[in-house]
Antibody, heavy 126, light 112 residues
Framework: EVQLVQSGAEVKEPGESLRISCKASGYSFTSDWIGWVRQTPRKGLEWMGIIYPGDSDTRYSPSFQGQVTISADKSISTAYLQWSSLKASDTAMYYC???????????????????WGQGTLVTVSS | QSALTQPASVSGSPGQSITISCTGTSSDVGTYKYVSWYQQYPGKAPKVMIYDVSNRPSGVSNRFSGSKSGNTASLTISGLQAEDEADYYCSTYTRSSTLNWMFGGGTKLTVL
């Protein structure tokens, strides 16, 4: 059974750094893409980026390029999302999700988020 | 403003069928067959209900079906049940010069 277990809720002040995690199990972590999705009441669901832990190939949404860093440690089957300097506007629920069907080198490929973590609520406030 | 347009709310009585629309453009929904639909209960993570326009993942009830016509995709739920009351989001992923995922703003389904 595929499981994604995310780290707990965080309360931070503007300007602080943060890294949240997503531990995967039940599938081949190094052979499938995993992504991060942000959810806010105002903007709804937004994809932030995806990573292929096998070779650390990372793709970012233009909206989040330069704002966050996505990484993965394949030795412990864990993906990360990190900020170097948080803003109040980063307050949101963050989900990791697998894209097991995604094949970026194929001419055609499904690309849906099939298994999701439980979410990590990040609150940034002074 | 979301990239994909969904009605804010729909409602139906138990046993009825409802359809939720998701309108994009000729550059996304109209071109690609990669529309997916997600169900989300309050305080829970989304769950995929339909992928690639009309495919159901294993374990999803066959009361859920998807279709697409032109730039608009649709999710139909037949034999509405109380447990279907949730938020529903459509999504499409495009693979032109870069990969890109877009979501709809979500539709609140109320079972009367």
């Amino acid at each position: 059974e595929v499981q994604l277990v995310q780290s707990g809720a965080e309360v931070k002040e503007p300007g602080e750094s943060l890294r949240i995690s997503c531990k995967a199990s039940g599938y081949s972590f190094t052979s499938d893409w995993i992504g991060w999705v942000r959810q806010t009441p105002r903007k709804g669901l937004e994809w932030m980026g995806i990573i292929y832990p096998g070779d650390s190939d990372t793709r970012y949404s233009p909206s989040f390029q330069g704002q966050v860093t996505i990484s993965a440690d394949k030795s412990i089957s864990t993906a990360y999302l990190q900020w170097s300097s948080l803003k109040a506007s980063d307050t949101a629920m963050y989900y990791c999700a697998t894209l097991i069907a995604l094949c970026t080198t194929c001419s055609e490929s499904s690309g849906f988020f099939d298994h999701w973590g439980q979410g990590t609520l990040v609150t940034v406030s002074s | 403003q979301s990239a994909l347009t969904q009605p804010a709310s729909v409602s139906g009585s138990p046993g009825q069928s409802i359809t939720i629309s998701c309108t994009g453009t000729s550059s996304d929904v109209g071109t690609y067959k990669y529309v997916s639909w997600y169900q989300q209960y309050p305080g829970k993570a989304p769950k995929v209900m339909i992928y690639d326009v009309s495919n159901r993942p294993s374990g999803v009830s066959n009361r859920f079906s998807g279709s697409k016509s032109g730039n608009t995709a649709s999710l139909t739920i037949s034999g509405l049940q109380a447990e279907d009351e949730a938020d529903y989001y459509c999504s499409t992923y495009t693979r032109s010069s870069t990969l890109n995922w877009m979501f709809g703003g979500g539709t609140k389904l109320t079972v009367l």
